[in-house]
């Protein structure tokens, strides 16, 4: 099993960023905790971070069934703004679980809703570092249930 890991604008700035809000941990702390779930559930993970709508959707329509089996995504500010994100993972046709490091509804209005959340398998939000592997164990899941002919 092969999953896409996608880190989405200013996530590249954790740990100096907002740390009352985004917590102290770095990118590189998650991506390592990230690789280390993976090896232990004998998933494979290729992980990539941009701040580029262009990139990220690049990414996405570069990664077909058969290449990757999912997607752990978290789009960060473009999942707020980004109706071309939303066509690009429902073109994938893979299934994707959203993630966030912090608990967006209990941020500004305009945090509360993703235009993505409502086509993914699942959203994971507000646990910090653990909002990704959550949502990476979900998607698994998810992908294993998928492949067993059952409804996840």
Same mark, same amino acid.
Request: net charge negative; no cysteine.
């Given at each position: 099993m092969k999953v896409l890991v996608l880190h989405g604008p200013n996530l590249n700035m954790l740990g100096l960023?907002?740390?009352?809000? *985004?917590?102290?941990?770095?990118?590189?702390?998650i991506n390592q905790q990230i690789q280390a779930l993976a090896e232990e559930l004998s998933v494979?993970?290729?992980?990539?971070?941009t701040n580029s709508e262009?990139?990220?959707?690049?990414?996405?329509?570069?990664?077909?069934e058969g290449q990757f089996d999912g997607i752990l995504i978290n789009p960060a500010a473009y999942g707020h703004t980004s109706i071309a994100l939303r066509d690009a993972l429902l073109a994938s046709a893979?299934?994707?679980?959203?993630?966030?490091?912090?608990?967006?509804?209990?941020r500004e209005p305009f945090r509360h809703k993703t *235009?993505?959340? +409502?086509?993914?398998?699942?959203?994971?939000?507000?646990?910090?570092?653990? +909002? *990704?592997?959550?949502?990476?164990?979900?998607?698994?899941?998810?992908?294993?249930?998928?492949?067993?002919?059952r409804a996840g």
């Open positions: 960023r907002e740390p009352s809000v *985004y917590g102290k941990a770095t990118l590189d702390d494979e993970v290729a992980i990539f971070q262009t990139a990220l959707i690049e990414a996405i329509q570069g990664s077909p893979l299934p994707f679980v959203e993630v966030h490091i912090s608990n967006t509804f209990a *235009y993505i959340s +409502s086509v993914a398998a699942g959203v994971v939000i507000g646990f910090g570092l653990q +909002s *990704y592997l959550l949502g990476l164990s979900g998607l698994i899941a998810t992908i294993a249930d998928k492949a067993q002919g």
